[in-house]
């Protein structure tokens, strides 16, 4: 295992400097596919954490400053970021009396944000597991182009005259699938989970317009009740 260290630090040396360029390149972009990764999957697990809380949301008892109060306690959350500007623009401002359009247009807007916000940087992911390859691929191009230069050169076929630009050409196809492959992967991993938080904000909008609707229908009946109370003790 030394022997091979040493013999591909050496090889990584006599390298051309266009491979070395090449080799750099792929090494930048795995670092910030890896950063994204790490990021977006800390983002994603918060995300599922507090979407298995919010499932336990009591809606036949709803509250606005209740619900906000409850959200609060998880701000990282997208539904928790939604219903904040929803308290913020619609409850606070219309006291509940606000038409349902009024509330439908916010809580479309706010979601579009968070979704936004968590698609974020995931394009990257794509186009580093689409372009990585193809990076390696002119590397490995001009590796084997090197070993037929060498040829011509030198007159001959032998290992010792192939082999530094068979190996350069082979160093630069597992660097561009080394960086493709995670990115790939993730992508379609974190693409599948922002599917699963667009479905539960869907979910958390149509649940609480419904809410809004027993609410009002409550307090119209409550209305309704003190004002025939009043009538009768006339």
């Known amino acids: 295992m030394e022997n091979f260290t040493l013999d591909l630090v050496s090889l990584l040396r006599s390298?051309?400097?266009?491979?070395?360029?090449?080799l750099a390149l792929l090494f930048v972009l795995s670092i910030w596919t890896w950063g994204i990764?790490?990021?977006?999957?800390?983002v994603f697990s918060k995300e599922r954490k507090a979407r298995?809380?919010?499932?336990?949301?009591?809606?036949?008892?709803?509250?606005?400053?209740s619900l906000r109060d409850k959200?609060?306690?998880?701000p990282w959350s997208s539904v928790s970021r939604i219903y904040h500007r929803v308290f913020l623009d619609y409850f606070s401002v219309r006291r509940h009396h606000g038409d349902e359009d009024a509330l439908t247009r916010i809580l479309q807007k706010q979601?579009?944000?968070?979704?936004?916000?968590?698609?974020s940087r995931l394009g990257i992911l794509a186009s580093v597991g689409s372009a990585s390859p193809f990076i390696g691929l002119f590397g490995t191009v001009w590796g084997v182009m090197r070993s037929f230069i060498n040829i011509g050169n030198w007159g001959s076929t032998s290992l010792a005259v192939v082999a530094p630009g068979i190996a350069e050409a082979l160093i630069a196809t597992a660097a561009?699938?080394?960086?493709?492959?995670?990115?790939?992967?993730?992508?379609?991993?974190f693409?599948?989970?922002l599917k699963d938080e667009a479905r539960a904000i869907e979910d958390?909008?149509?649940?609480?317009?419904?809410?809004?609707r027993v609410m009002r229908k409550h307090e119209a009946q409550r209305a309704s009740s003190q004002t025939a109370a009043r009538e009768i003790s006339r």
């Open 15 to 22: 390298a051309s400097g266009l491979a070395k360029l090449v």
């Open 37 to 42: 990764i790490i990021e977006k999957a800390w």
């Open 52 to 65: 298995r809380i919010f499932a336990k949301i009591n809606w036949g008892d709803f509250n606005p400053e």
């Open 71 to 74: 959200l609060n306690r998880y």
């Open 111 to 119: 979601g579009s944000i968070q979704l936004a916000r968590l698609e």
């Open 176 to 189: 561009g699938l080394a960086a493709a492959i995670p990115a790939v992967i993730a992508y379609n991993y």
């Open 191 to 193: 693409l599948g989970s």
């Open 204 to 212: 958390f909008s149509t649940d609480l317009l419904l809410a809004v």
